[in-house]
């Protein structure tokens, strides 16, 4: 297990970094799709943040981005087609992190809310607005306070 995270067990850690794929389809595909634009962007994101963050995340990071591509396939085939249905399972989904954050320490705990709460937003800038980039619909912007996940 990497620094930082090493009180949890494999199926907390891995509730924590599945998040990160299922922010990035509640936020992309809170219009209807979730597009190659979106999905690609999220997994850059993910990318960059293995050494463009805090350093308590990078190796969480790195994690992530081992298999974001699985796991973000594997839930768009587990996930209910139509948008309200979809966003009401991830939003129970995401709210199991509420049960595994307070396990961390505090720091490490405020330093991952705010990570997610930043890759919704990066997420919803993926595509829309001039361009398809850097506007957020009126569906995504609902969802990016992640308000399912109590604020650290």
Known sequence: MIE???????????????TIARIAILIGGADGRFD???????????KIRTYANEDTLHGFYTMVGRD????????????????????????????????????LDHSVRKALYKSY???????AKASGGFFDFWSISLAEEKWLDLEMINPV
């Open 4 to 18: 930082g995270f090493k009180q949890l067990n494999e199926e907390q850690f891995k509730t924590l970094t599945d």
């Open 36 to 46: 190659k634009e979106e999905k690609d962007w999220a997994e850059k994101i993910t």
């Open 68 to 103: 974001f591509d699985a796991v973000i396939e594997k839930e768009l085939a587990e996930l209910p087609g139509l948008v309200e249905d979809r966003s009401n399972v991830l939003i129970e989904k995401l709210a199991e992190v509420n049960a595994i954050l307070p396990l």
């Open 117 to 123: 709460v930043s890759f919704a937003k990066h997420v």
